[in-house]
């Protein structure tokens, strides 16, 4: 990301949806608050974590956040070329950076606040839930994309100061796959899972 600042907006925000209770067809700003309020008492609980927030919160990101629709936009049009074993070890890999590198920067300190503005309805299936986080004295909007499915809201992708995680992701992964195709991502996100936990 562009900052410290900026990163830290994202991991709270990439996070912080993570834990939402499902619903069917529900209330999506419901969602958010629930699963906010959730995740930052895990990682603002007081308590001395005995493992990594990455493997606290795992279970409710991939709950709540459709890690199979943000890894195919994040690649774009060439997912269609991938074949069906390197779409799920992308998905497995892309999934795995995204927890390892937001959530395991959380750190000890003031919680965050978070004011909720009026959702925005994008289509029927479809809502942009703006807020903004509020953290030592500055403040960051932070929308997010949340999208229905499977009959649940489910989030599809981040915009943090006005930057979309997907579209970010993209800029990436667009020249891998113009150079090597598929097999340049997925040795890249191999390689930089390797780095990360390398330094743990």
């Known amino acids: 990301m562009r900052s410290i600042r900026l990163l830290f907006a994202s991991i709270v925000s990439f996070a912080a949806l993570s834990a939402a209770t499902v619903v069917q067809s529900g209330d999506p700003q419901q969602v958010l608050r629930s699963g906010i309020d959730e995740v930052l008492g895990i990682v603002y609980s007081g308590k001395t974590p005995t493992q990594p927030f990455s493997v606290l919160v795992r279970p409710v990101l991939e709950k709540n956040f459709s890690f199979d629709v943000i890894t ?3 690649v774009g049009p060439g997912w269609r070329q991938f074949s069906l074993a390197q779409q799920q070890r992308t998905t497995v890999l892309f999934t795995e950076l995204v927890i390892h590198t937001y959530a395991d920067r959380f750190e000890a300190g003031a ?9 925005v309805v994008l289509a029927p299936n479809k809502r942009e839930l703006p807020t903004t986080i509020d953290y030592a ?6 929308a997010y994309r949340m999208e229905l499915v499977s009959d649940q809201w489910r989030i599809c992708d981040v915009i943090i100061e006005g930057v979309s995680m997907i579209s970010n992701y993209r800029a990436q992964f667009d020249p891998m796959f113009q150079h090597g195709g598929a097999a340049e991502i997925i040795r890249s996100l191999e390689e930089k899972l390797v ?6």
């Open 72 to 74: 195919r936009r994040a």
């Open 111 to 119: 919680q965050p606040g978070i004011t909720y503005a009026a959702p």
């Open 137 to 142: 004295g500055k403040k960051y909007a932070v």
């Open 195 to 200: 780095q990360i936990t390398a330094v743990k």
